[in-house]
T-cell receptor, first 111, second 112 residues
Framework: NAGVTQTPKFRVLKTGQSMTLLCAQD?????MYWYRQDPGMGLRLIHY???????AKGEVPDGYNVSRLKKQNFLLGLESAAPSQTSVYFC??????????FGPGTRLTVT | QQQVKQSPQSLIVQKGGISIINCAYE??????FPWYQQFPGKGPALLIA?????SEKKEGRFTISFNKSAKQFSLHIMDSQPGDSATYFC???????????FGKGTKLSVKP
């Protein structure tokens, strides 16, 4: 039982490049989330999903897209990376919107 | 109204002391108040949570105190240990469909 896993753990991108972050959970949770964590800013919700095939915007969705084609996976895409997207990205899942289980994070640097 | 304000930003406590972290909110519709603990290089993990129908919840050395009238809640860590050194986030949510709103975090260092 791996919980929530994230791929990759680290990534360096050049401005304008694209990439996809993969989140997988094996707890059969309906709800999944993508957050970004920046120093002094706490955790800010980017997008979330309340079930397979559904997505919704969070607090800071601009510049990101998501897809939830399978219940266990939640993908976060950056179409044209910008230095402002340098951050640590966390995926989480939950049964309802209560206890959220977080992955180990992806550290992304955009140069 | 959606904000959760957390203080202090950082806290240094001697081993064996009491660590206290405070959070305040404006939205009276919030009905679930968790605290998350995050160690360096790891994702946050749920530490303890409270609902507004109780004023205090204790789990081991960790206690949440909740003051509904003041719209404040706090985390108390008794007998703080170096292993408690981490970043702590308070959060709040409204109803079964509301998302968690996180505070900005408190970095706790417990000195031996």
């Amino acid at each position: 039982n791996a919980g929530v896993t994230q791929t990759p753990k680290f990534r360096v991108l050049k401005t304008g490049q694209s990439m996809t972050l993969l989140c997988a959970q094996d707890m059969n949770h309906e709800y999944m989330y993508w957050y970004r964590q920046d120093p002094g800013m706490g955790l800010r919700l980017i997008h979330y999903s309340v079930g397979e095939g559904t997505t919704a915007k969070g607090e800071v969705p601009d510049g990101y897209n998501v897809s939830r084609l399978k219940k266990q996976n939640f993908l976060l895409g950056l179409e044209s990376a910008a230095p402002s997207q340098t951050s640590v990205y966390f995926c989480a899942s939950s049964f309802l919107h209560y206890e959220q289980y977080f992955g180990p994070g992806t550290r992304l640097t955009v140069t | 109204q959606q904000q959760v304000k957390q203080s202090p930003q950082s806290l240094i406590v001697q081993k064996g002391g009491i660590s206290i972290i405070n959070c305040a909110y404006e939205n009276t519709a919030f009905d679930y108040f968790p605290w998350y603990q995050q160690f360096p290089g790891k994702g946050p993990a749920l530490l303890i949570a409270i609902r507004p129908d109780v004023s205090e919840k204790k789990e081991g050395r960790f206690t949440i105190s909740f003051n509904k009238s003041a719209k404040q809640f706090s985390l108390h860590i008794m007998d703080s240990q170096p292993g408690d050194s981490a970043t702590y986030f308070c959060a709040a949510k409204r109803g079964s469909q509301g998302n968690l709103i996180f505070g900005k975090g408190t970095k706790l260092s417990v000195k031996p």
